[in-house]
């Protein structure tokens, strides 16, 4: 039996307003703040750890689950966005990189990542030296590539179906939580601002150190420092909920991690400085001059609590602690003045930041052999114990202890 017309109109603006599924508001949120997750944690585990840097792989119920959930919230098609993240990588903060805020401003990678995704994915050069090795079978060819945007049009029609009218703002929510979050956030502000655990070669920073909210992708200078590690944390004070997932994937069979990041071993105190001792610290560069930093920045707070203690102005010196550990190419022309005028006004810190870069001449220089790199090495070891600096002699000793 037909219902009349007023009955029909009747049921169908309660369906436009609260669809198959009538969920108070807060019900509503959590089911967007769970899908936006899920599609997070796909990006993370499946494109970025497992697809681009082979950190660990994917057994096929969740790699194409998260192809699946990929195609359905976002669109985005394997090889584009991992010939595109390779690229950054090669070419980071040069002319090159498809979004870095050095190079083409913090503005427009924030606010136009994906605008820039976009044009990069159209680039066929790009595609074709960056995106080997990722999905080729028939699905991916006919279905994921073929048909990107359906996915995303099955979704939304999903989100009508489930919630009315209200599944449209369901729908933009989704729709916007990687761009926002991955292009603009971790790739912008994630080159910008934050803390650096290690002088990576890059502006790369940590934003947090609690990797929840973007699955672990907040740990940035983390990544850069280890890119192929498959464990965003390094720190014991840091969270990397997208590590979380992949150590209860491994524990059922669904996941095998195939690198961590480096973690360099202590030993006995050996005499002098050798060869096995160069290979540690070669191998551990990254954590070694982490170190370094932690006193080099326990020394200046001597020094400026010195000067306090005697009245001195302080400014100098609180200008330029931030730069004292830095790499001379990662200073601002800006801090440089305020730097030579801190190390003039202060031989410990002129020091240790000249120590600091012949330690790091180490590992740069190529044109040495093996025998004279480790020389090298048990010279530095002996001048650092000599100088009469507290931090310098007790580093130098944990130098000497450390095992690859």
Request: contains cysteine; proline residues 3%; charged residues 20%.
């Amino acid at each position: 039996m037909l219902l009349p017309d007023s009955a029909v109109l009747s049921a169908a603006i309660d369906w436009l307003g609260h669809g198959l599924w009538d969920l108070a508001w807060w019900q509503v949120v959590l089911y967007t703040l769970v899908t936006t997750h899920i599609t997070i944690a796909a990006v993370t585990i499946f494109l970025h750890r497992t697809q681009t840097h082979r950190a660990m792989d994917l057994g096929p119920i969740p790699s194409h689950f998260f192809r699946f959930w990929l195609w359905l919230g976002t669109g985005m098609v394997t090889k584009e966005w991992v010939a595109i993240h390779r690229k950054h990588h090669a070419k980071c903060e040069t002319v090159d990189d498809p979004h870095s805020p050095q190079v083409k401003g913090i503005d427009e990678v924030m606010w136009r990542g994906a605008e820039l995704y976009r044009k990069e994915s159209k680039n066929k050069e790009t595609m074709e030296r960056f995106g080997h090795g990722t999905p080729n079978d028939w699905i991916e060819r006919n279905l994921y590539t073929r048909y990107s945007w359906q996915g995303v049009g099955l979704m939304l029609i999903i989100n009508v179906a489930l919630f009315g009218m209200l599944g449209l703002t369901v729908w933009a929510v989704q729709m916007l939580w990687i761009p926002f979050w991955a292009a603009g956030v971790v790739n912008g502000i994630g080159h910008f601002w934050g803390y650096r655990n290690f002088e990576a070669t890059d502006a790369s920073t940590n934003l947090i150190p609690w990797g929840i909210i973007i699955g672990g992708e907040e740990l940035h200078n983390n990544h850069h420092t280890y890119p192929t590690s498959a464990k965003f944390s390094v720190k014991k004070y840091e969270f990397d909920i997208g590590w979380v997932y992949i150590s209860l994937m491994q524990k059922i069979g669904w996941a095998k991690v195939k690198k961590l990041p480096p973690k360099m071993q202590l030993g006995d105190v050996v005499p002098v400085a050798n060869e096995k001792t160069l290979e540690a610290v070669i191998a551990n560069r990254y954590e070694v001059m982490a170190g370094y930093a932690r006193e080099m920045r326990r020394a200046t707070r001597e020094e400026l609590a010195q000067l306090k203690a005697k009245g001195a102005d302080l400014s100098v010196l609180k200008a330029a602690k931030t730069w004292l550990h830095r790499d001379d190419d990662k200073v601002p022309a800006a801090a440089r003045s305020n730097l030579v005028q801190a190390r003039a006004a202060h031989p410990v810190l002129d020091k240790m930041v000249t120590m600091r870069e012949e330690l790091r001449q180490l590992w740069l220089n190529t044109s040495n052999s093996r025998e004279q790199l480790a020389a090298d090495l048990a010279a530095w070891c002996h001048r650092a114990e000599a100088s009469g600096i507290a931090g310098l002699r007790e580093f130098s000793t944990r130098l000497r202890a450390a095992r690859a």
